[in-house]
């Protein structure tokens, strides 16, 4: 396609009609920067054109500037610049927003004198979720048409605003049916024409529009200490009241270059790209031939329930299959309570809630899964277990059914083994809670056919998933390097360092939890019982279940929680046990410093990272980040341990590894020989 095919130009008799036509989102490259302007240009010369209408080809208006190109140097026309320009125009321009106007594209509408927009429009800027201010005039313009305060919410929250939403606040003029879109925006150009142009940046700020902005600024500042695209954003649109608009916009260009600059919005683009990179598995097609329609889920535990409630909220429907009546009573139960609490919570209506159940019949019996497109097994963490289930199900399900296996940790070769139909079976590992969580491992073994596995990436999409395919291992690869970190936090329990160091030191790395607190959380007893069943141990963690510290649950773990608290304390009887233990192993208890805690909590798992890719579990390190994100609340801003590998450089992580092993004899410490090659691994 030529540069110029990236904007049409076509005309309603004295009208321009310049429409965007890049996709797949019409985002803002530098060839549709320079195609824009010369429309612009052009139109506003000629002399048959009385004003000009914005219009764009695809389902979204325009995504915004093309963030593929932040890590480039900026190249003329800046997005400002082209804003800038029409403002010099002597003819109106009016946006026709036919769908999502986005960041960039937001800014480009608000340029335009007025904006119509059909139903399932929107209007947003998003920039804050990639680390950046709005950077084309948005911090300007926006506040001028619907005030300050509501302005900043929307920059803050980067949530856009539906078409009836952005009516009632000012932002769209009018809504038309997608039909009459053009000929509207056409009859309203042809007013302006007449009434004279409405441009926002010749626009003062009304002194009326400040209620609410400093209070509103005050409690975001203090919520968001280290985002400093928040303290931007405030930054901006205060220069608004006072300073002239083009100084102001000045001014927002060189915060917005700055934070474009930053590590943090580097990360935060990276996740952007890898998310959506995810999605593009070699040799499977992104539209299956046979898209699943019905599904059954064995199992109505936590884990099945949640997997069916999921299904459900989508549209499909779900047979969720218990072994007997009351099972599949208890497991409706089990539902019901669930999105009760939604419904109390005021995140679901009643009526929602009857939809959603009805979506889901509650059957005794695997016969019930005869019908479905797709069965996943979500029952017990046992291969005699998962055995039965599979050759029973090999006899029940649809010859063309996909077989899915909920496990965390067993063998799905082996489990696909169990049936005489393997090409269709892989694992899906969803996260708990299962209607939460958007990550989804889907793991296919040798065998898997291509049409098993784009059948099931098109169903976790449906579901507003993010899958992610990876190969068959212990643990897959979120809990494979969960693993390396939890060896890491027994170790330095031993050696010296205590729970609340740990988790503070984690904390302050920018996970929610730490490890400690996350594990008496969830149970001490849960791994207890699974290295007993596979021969492991792990010394401090073994010795809190032996004295029935199971942690939160049993009032006791790593820390203490007294009378059912939540939060635990410190707790001396802990301490004296790790130093039981120490005392027992012969370690020699030392201090820890915080930086030592961090590398050997962080750097062992990136080294398993990359020796996952250099087995091809994983088939890009980005997609490794994807499963630490949406897992395990890896810190967004950090991008994911292999991108924050890169960012601290592979060569400095072996070498601390190396003398991580040294010190403490610890041979599992040695880094993989390959982890520099394996780090950026594409
Ligand atoms: N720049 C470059 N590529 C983009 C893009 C953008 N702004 N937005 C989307 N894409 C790409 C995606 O990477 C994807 O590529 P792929 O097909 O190769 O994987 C493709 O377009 C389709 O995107 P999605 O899969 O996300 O499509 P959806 O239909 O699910 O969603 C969307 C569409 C809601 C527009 C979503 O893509 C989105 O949220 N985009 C980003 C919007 C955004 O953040 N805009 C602000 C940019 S910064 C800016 O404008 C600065 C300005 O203030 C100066």
């Known amino acids: 396609m030529s540069a110029m095919d990236v904007v ?16 797949p989102v019409n985002a803002l490259s530098h060839a549709v920067r320079s195609a824009l302007q010369a429309a612009f240009h052009e139109a506003d010369r000629d002399d048959a054109i009385r004003a000009i209408v914005l219009a764009a080809n695809g389902k979204v208006f325009c995504a915004g500037a093309d963030i593929s190109e932040f890590d480039q140097p900026p190249r003329a026309p800046l997005l400002p610049d082209l804003l800038a320009f029409m403002d010099t125009l002597a003819k109106p321009v009016v946006a026709a927003v036919g769908g999502a106007a986005l960041g960039g594209g937001c800014e480009l509408a608000l340029a335009c004198d007025a904006r119509i927009a059909t139903p399932s429009a929107g209007f947003g800027l998003p920039e804050v979720k990639l680390g950046l201010l709005p950077g084309a005039g948005g911090t300007q313009r926006l506040p001028r048409l619907i005030g300050a305060a509501a302005a900043l919410e929307m920059m803050t929250g980067g949530e856009p605003r539906k078409a009836e939403e952005a009516l009632a606040l000012g932002i769209a003029d009018r809504i038309a049916t997608p039909q009459d879109l053009l000929a509207e925006a056409a009859a309203l150009a042809r007013q302006v024409a007449g009434e004279g142009r409405r441009r926002l940046s010749a626009r003062g700020m009304d002194a009326g529009a400040l209620p609410g902005f400093e209070e509103k600024a005050a409690v975001l500042v203090n919520k968001h200490e280290d985002a400093d695209e928040i303290a931007a954003i405030i930054a901006s649109i205060r220069n608004s009241f006072g300073t002239d608009f083009a100084a102001a916009c000045r001014e927002e260009q060189a915060l917005f270059q700055k934070l474009r600059q930053g590590a943090r919005s580097k990360a935060l683009r990276y996740a952007f790209f890898a998310e959506r990179r995810s999605a593009h598995v070699e040799g499977v097609s992104p539209k299956p031939e046979k898209p699943i329609e019905t599904v059954a889920v064995i199992g109505g535990g936590t884990m099945g329930s949640g997997i069916a409630m999921s299904f459900a909220n989508a549209g499909f429907p779900v047979t969720l299959i218990e072994t007997d009546e009351e099972g ?13 609490i939604s419904v109390r919570r005021g995140s679901l209506s009643a009526e929602d809630k009857t939809q959603r159940m009805a979506r889901i019949s509650f059957k005794a019996g695997l016969d019930h899964a005869a019908g479905a497109d797709l069965v996943i097994e979500a029952a017990f963490e046992d291969m005699g277990v998962k055995r039965d289930i599979f050759g029973r199900l090999d006899a029940v399900a649809r010859p063309d059914a996909v077989l899915a296996t909920n496990t965390s940790y067993l063998d799905v070769e082996a489990i696909a083994g169990f049936t005489a139909r393997p090409q269709q079976v892989l694992g899906m590992h969803f996260f708990s809670p299962a209607n939460v969580m958007r990550l989804v491992e889907v793991v296919r073994t040798g065998k898997t056919s291509p049409e098993a596995l784009a059948r099931t990436l098109a169903a976790a999409r449906a579901l507003g998933k993010l899958p992610v395919v990876v190969g068959v291992c212990h643990g897959f690869v979120g809990n494979r390097m969960l693993a390396r970190r939890s060896e890491q936090v027994d ?7 205590t729970p609340a160091q740990i988790d503070a030191v984690l904390t302050r790395f920018g996970f929610r939890m730490g490890p400690c607190a996350m594990g008496d959380m969830a149970g001490l007893d849960i791994s207890w ?19 029935g510290r199971f942690g939160q649950k049993t009032g006791a773990g790593y820390y203490a929680y007294p009378q059912g608290a939540r939060q635990g304390v410190e707790d001396p009887e802990a301490l004296k046990l790790m130093e039981a233990v120490s005392a027992r192993e012969g370690v020699a208890r030392r201090i820890l410093d915080d930086q030592e805690v961090l590398e050997r909590l962080v750097y062992p798992m990136i080294d398993e990272g990359a020796r996952i890719l250099a087995e091809g579990i994983a088939a ?23 991108h924050y590998a890169g960012e601290v450089g592979p060569d400095l992580i072996a070498e601390r ?24 691994k594409k």
Not at 633 to 638: D, I, T, Y
């Open 657 to 680: 590894l190396d003398a991580y092993a040294e010190q403490t004899g610890d041979a599992s410490l040695r880094p993989f020989e390959r982890l520099g090659e394996m780090v950026g």
């Open 328 to 340: 599949a009573a208890r497991a409706q139960e089990r539902v019901g309570a669930t999105y009760d």
């Open 491 to 497: 170790r330095m329990l031993l050696e010296g360092a």
């Open 529 to 547: 019982r699974m290295r007993k069943a596979t021969g492991r141990r792990a010394p401090v963690a073994d010795a809190l279940c032996e004295a």
């Open 8 to 23: 049409k130009v076509g005309r309603q008799d004295d009208v321009a009609v310049v429409t965007l036509n890049n996709a």
């Open 620 to 642: 890009r390190a980005s997609d490794i980040d994807v499963i630490w994100l949406h897992g395990y609340n890896w810190p967004r801003g950090l991008g994911g341990p292999m």
